[in-house]
T-cell receptor, first 113, second 115 residues
Framework: QKEVEQDPGPLSVPEGAIVSLNCTYS??????FMWYRQYSRKGPELLMY????GNKEDGRFTAQVDKSSKYISLFIRDSQPSDSATYLC?????????????FGRGTSLIVHP | GAGVSQSPSNKVTEKGKDVELRCDPI?????LYWYRQSLGQGLEFLIY????????KSGLPSDRFSAERTGGSVSTLTIQRTQQEDSAVYLC?????????????FGQGTRLTVV
């Protein structure tokens, strides 16, 4: 079993839909959580990061962390065709553990007009 | 530019040849990571450099892979006697260092094809 599990999709939604992307993890040392977006043939770019349970909002994006369930989510409101990309979750320890981020496989999102 | 720069962007090599991939991190970033991304797979950690500390090589898949970082800046990933299973996108990232709120910024990657 991988330390970070993420459904590869693809996830296809119509424009304007609310998108929910999720990851589960098994390592309780993970305390710092990140979401990256990767367009085709590009490097991943950081979207959001958080190190506490609860919600963090940035525009149309909301990151949610539930440490008790070892489950994180990224919500995208009013999805646009330009949001079509692969979304990777990543996580690492803050202290006393490895600082090297561990990534999920990524979920391919397709937003169609 | 101010981002992480990788070269070449694409590399086609014959099986058995050696290849060198280069990464220029963001100026001032002390941490540098190499990852490999195969088709349909996530990012596989290869090696990590932090300042003057000994690198973490725990992710290197075999002794054909090696990396160095000169002067705490530019890094080179070398793959000797390439095999077809080495075909992948090799991504480099850098960050300010360890501790809180130090996210990694990625380059565009080098797409390696071994024929």
């Amino acid at each position: 079993q991988k330390e970070v599990e993420q459904d590869p999709g693809p996830l296809s939604v119509p424009e304007g839909a609310i998108v929910s992307l999720n990851c589960t993890y098994s390592n309780s040392a993970f305390q710092y959580f990140m979401w990256y977006r990767q367009y085709s043939r590009k490097g991943p770019e950081l979207l959001m990061y958080t190190y506490s349970s609860g919600n963090k909002e940035d525009g149309r994006f909301t990151a949610q962390v539930d440490k008790s369930s070892k489950y994180i989510s990224l919500f995208i409101r009013d999805s646009q065709p330009s949001d079509s990309a692969t979304y990777l979750c990543a996580m690492r320890a803050l202290s006393g553990g490895s600082y090297i981020p561990t990534f999920g496989r990524g979920t391919s999102l397709i937003v169609h007009p | 530019g101010a981002g992480v720069s990788q070269s070449p962007s694409n590399k086609v090599t014959e099986k058995g040849k050696d290849v060198e991939l280069r990464c220029d991190p963001i100026s001032g970033h002390t941490a540098l990571y190499w990852y490999r991304q195969s088709l349909g797979q996530g990012l596989e950690f290869l090696i990590y450099f932090q300042g003057n500390s000994a690198p973490d090589k725990s992710g290197l898949p075999s002794d054909r892979f090696s990396a160095e970082r000169t002067g705490g800046s530019v890094s080179t990933l070398t793959i000797q006697r390439t095999q077809q299973e080495d075909s992948a996108v090799y991504l480099c990232a850098s960050s300010l260092g360890v501790g809180k709120l130090t996210e990694a910024f990625f380059g565009q990657g080098t797409r390696l094809t071994v024929v």
